[in-house]
């Protein structure tokens, strides 16, 4: 393909050596015709050397076209690294933002459930408390029957009533808790899954981080913006991984008391199983009424205990699910913090898309 610049400079340098022969036919002969024209190339050696002319300026003229390619094809190498820095800012901010919404709901998810736990809490400190009374009336009935051996026939159904009920409501107390339990063990899974998108999110942070320094070279500020944004994710993210972290204890923490919790129940609900049946025993034997009342009041002792150790295991639960709902709520705050950063950062993201620079020129 011939080069404007060439073309330009062999016509310059035809016109010279026409003009150049016109000039000196005329000046030697007179006139323009062709004779004189050839005789005129013929004895003038000035015209020899303004016969390079055309060679000249072409060979320049090729110069200047491969320098303006050179430059061309340099500008069109930026305009394609530029569009594709953009390219990847941006869809590394939308990932980000994508990210960032999916932890949000994950965490909004485990706010619930936290919240969800506080309410079973509040209702096991209501069973509780109509367990411990049920206790305490156990006990005074124990007391009362070890003055009243002798008429224990008489008093066995009075007796095992309260002794029933204390059963059911042990029995009421150990679902409570082991629904929070459930609870407990159900609030762990959301965590998992918001420690997969915390993960996720800070490979992503590196990976905004290693865009910025690939495209340090050609756009310093770029650079610094994106990481100056990674670095702010990752530390957000790292903060919200701290907070998840001791959500994660302390829910283990609440699993186990409420694992302890449930065993001393039950104990206590054997307790409460064997002094009915004791009392049923001293109906027919009423010989050994004062024995077994004695043993009656040791047992009532024992589900009074046992029922106290379940209470303290129902306080620690609920202590580990009031730190659980603020845990949550903490890391819903951090989750909505990091939801607005990547928001910001695909804004920009998009506006540096919509900027694109101008197409190369010559």
């Given at each position: 393909?011939?080069?404007?610049?060439?073309?330009?400079?062999?016509?310059?340098?035809?016109?010279?050596?026409?003009?150049?022969?016109?000039?000196s036919?005329?000046?030697?002969?007179?006139?323009?015709?062709?004779?004189?024209?050839?005789?005129?190339?013929?004895?003038?050696?000035?015209?020899?050397v303004?016969?390079?002319?055309?060679?000249?300026?072409?060979?320049?003229?090729?110069?200047?076209?491969?320098?303006?390619?050179?430059?061309?094809?340099?500008?069109?190498?930026?305009?394609?690294?530029?569009?594709?820095?953009?390219?990847?800012a941006?869809?590394?901010?939308?990932?980000?933002?994508?990210?960032?919404?999916?932890l949000?709901?994950?965490?909004?998810?485990?706010?619930?459930?936290?919240?969800?736990?506080?309410?079973?809490a509040q209702?096991?400190?209501?069973?509780?408390?109509?367990?411990s009374?049920?206790?305490?009336?156990?006990?005074t009935?124990?007391?009362?029957?070890?003055?009243?051996?002798?008429?224990?026939?008489?008093?066995?159904e009075?007796?095992?009533?309260?002794?029933?009920?204390?059963?059911?409501?042990?029995?009421?107390?150990?679902?409570?808790?082991?629904?929070?339990?459930?609870?407990?063990?159900?609030?762990?899974?959301?965590?998992?899954?918001?420690?997969?998108?915390?993960?996720?999110?800070?490979?992503?942070?590196r990976?905004?981080?290693?865009?910025?320094?690939?495209?340090?070279?050609?756009?310093?500020?770029?650079?610094?913006v994106?990481?100056?944004?990674?670095?702010?994710?990752?530390?957000?993210v790292?903060?919200?991984?701290?907070?998840?972290?001791?959500?994660?204890?302390?829910?283990?923490?609440?699993?186990?008391?409420?694992?302890?919790?449930?065993?001393?129940?039950?104990?206590?609900?054997?307790?409460?199983?064997?002094a009915?049946?004791?009392?049923?025993?001293?109906?027919?034997?009423f010989?050994?009424?004062?024995?077994?009342?004695t043993?009656?009041?040791?047992?009532?002792?024992?589900?009074?205990?046992?029922?106290?150790?379940?209470?303290?295991?129902?306080?620690?639960?609920?202590?580990?699910?009031?730190?659980?709902?603020?845990?949550?709520?903490?890391?819903?705050?951090?989750?909505?913090?990091?939801?607005?950063?990547?928001?910001?950062?695909?804004?920009?993201?998009?506006?540096?898309?919509?900027?694109?620079?101008?197409?190369?020129?010559?």
């Amino acid at each position: 393909m011939v080069r404007g610049h060439v073309v330009l400079g062999v016509l310059t340098g035809l016109l010279c050596v026409l003009v150049g022969t016109a000039i000196s036919a005329l000046t030697r002969t007179g006139e323009l015709s062709l004779a004189a024209l050839l005789a005129a190339q013929a004895s003038d050696p000035v015209l020899w050397v303004v016969d390079a002319a055309p060679f000249i300026l072409g060979t320049l003229g090729w110069f200047m076209d491969r320098g303006r390619g050179a430059v061309q094809r340099r500008n069109t190498e930026i305009l394609r690294l530029e569009r594709s820095r953009r390219e990847i800012a941006r869809r590394t901010a939308k990932e980000v933002f994508r990210r960032a919404q999916a932890l949000l709901a994950g965490v909004e998810q485990l706010a619930r459930e936290a919240r969800g736990a506080s309410d079973v809490a509040q209702r096991l400190d209501d069973v509780v408390a109509e367990a411990s009374r049920a206790a305490r009336r156990s006990e005074t009935i124990s007391a009362a029957a070890t003055g009243l051996a002798e008429d224990s026939a008489r008093t066995t159904e009075d007796s095992i009533a309260p002794l029933t009920e204390a059963a059911a409501q042990v029995d009421r107390l150990l679902e409570v808790v082991e629904g929070m339990r459930r609870v407990i063990g159900a609030l762990g899974e959301p965590a998992a899954e918001a420690r997969d998108e915390l993960a996720a999110l800070s490979a992503l942070g590196r990976t905004v981080g290693s865009v910025a320094e690939r495209i340090r070279p050609l756009d310093p500020e770029a650079a610094k913006v994106l990481e100056t944004a990674s670095g702010d994710a990752l530390r957000r993210v790292q903060a919200i991984e701290e907070s998840l972290g001791s959500a994660s204890a302390q829910l283990a923490v609440a699993s186990a008391v409420a694992r302890v919790g449930i065993d001393r129940a039950r104990s206590g609900k054997q307790g409460i199983d064997t002094a009915s049946e004791a009392i049923r025993r001293a109906a027919y034997a009423f010989a050994e009424s004062a024995r077994l009342v004695t043993d009656l009041g040791a047992l009532a002792r024992e589900q009074s205990h046992g029922l106290e150790g379940a209470v303290a295991g129902v306080e620690s639960v609920r202590s580990a699910a009031r730190n659980v709902a603020s845990a949550a709520f903490e890391l819903h705050d951090g989750a909505r913090a990091l939801d607005g950063l990547a928001s910001s950062l695909h804004e920009a993201a998009r506006g540096a898309a919509t900027d694109e620079p101008p197409d190369a020129e010559g």
